[in-house]
């Protein structure tokens, strides 16, 4: 497996829309784990292709804290929602920010597994929203535009700024 570099805000390639998986095979699948990994070592909670640079349509997500309770999810589309969930979000691709972020509470969704198989899920809590923030990675769009656009500035700013002090350190 391969830990994979996780694109960071405001880079343009976080927002291009995935494409649909056409085939899931083992090429897939060693991308799927070379995912987690990349996820789990961050650390993380959930982690889109788009993240990694990879524009196809999947995420993989373990809320579990044991980090014992993976899913794989290709092509998701959520068929239904209820509730509202306000819970402060973080991103692997806007790092050391947090802000509190309206979701929905429970979702039904489908899609195919790790082997191609349709499948269909319920999601609630935590799983619910961290899977709708990895399905906006699919679309283009971030936590971040969920805020204002003065935060989002501040934000875009202060990790700019931060990059360019670890290059000079690193220099």
Do not use: W
């Not at 999810?73 to 209820?82: A, G, H, T, V, W």
């Not at 050391?96 to 979702?107: D, F, K, L, S």
């Amino acid at each position: 497996m391969t830990k994979l570099r996780i694109l960071e805000f405001p880079d343009p390639r976080l927002r291009t829309k995935a494409a649909p998986v056409e085939v899931v095979d083992d090429a897939l699948r060693a991308l799927i784990d070379d995912m987690f990994e990349t996820m789990y070592a961050a650390p993380g909670i959930g982690l889109a292709a788009t993240q990694v640079d990879v524009h196809k349509r999947l995420l993989v997500a373990d809320v579990s804290a044991e980090k014992t309770d993976p899913h794989v999810l290709i092509n998701p589309r959520i068929l239904e929602k209820d509730g509202v969930a306000v819970t402060e979000e973080g991103c692997l691709s806007v790092p050391g920010y947090y802000e509190e972020v309206e979701r929905a509470n429970h979702i039904r969704v489908a899609f195919l597994d790790r082997d191609g198989k349709e499948t269909e899920m319920e999601a609630e809590g935590l799983l619910a929203v961290c899977i709708q923030h990895e399905m906006d990675h699919l679309e283009g769009k971030l936590f971040v535009d969920y805020l204002s656009e003065a935060k989002r500035s501040r934000i875009r700013k202060r990790l700019e700024r931060d990059r360019r002090q670890q290059a000079v350190s690193v220099a």
